[in-house]
């Protein structure tokens, strides 16, 4: 059995099976051994037990920037939103000069399909920094309002 048949009825995706194979832990075609194998992590694909000690081991940053990004099918895609979430408040980035970076980066030819998603992994970044200084504000409001130093005492006859 082939890798691409396996993925039919695979809670496995293609591309993570595909990657499996490009590092050599199982061989295309699958193998007895390599069945078996994968059988296994089949059971234990998605388990909450199973992801749980795997994150761990990761430190918060990194395990925030893996959530934020685990939806993006593409290296391309990720390359976007870090090049927009690292940028300073005052840098901007134009996408007539960002299309032609990546079409080089990644040696592809971008279609109108791909500029659209760009489009929306941009506006998806904007988002993310709005919340971030909204949570920010809202934090500094919080400490404030909490510290006796910072309060005024207000005296009413």
Known sequence: MDIK????TS????????WIARNKFIS??????????LKLMETL???HEFLRPQLHRKNIKDRKALLDTCDLETKWERYVYSRFMNLEPDQRIFMRYLIPE???TFRFKMSAFDIIKLYRVRKR????????AQNLQHEIMEKSNNDPEKSEIVVTK
């Open 45 to 47: 694909w998605g388990m």
């Open 11 to 18: 809670k496995i995706p293609l591309k993570t099976l595909r």
């Open 28 to 37: 295309d075609p699958l193998t007895d051994n390599d069945l078996i194998g």
């Open 102 to 104: 990546i079409e080089l």
């Open 125 to 132: 970044v904007h988002r993310a920094k709005e919340r971030q």
């Open 5 to 8: 048949e396996y993925a039919k």
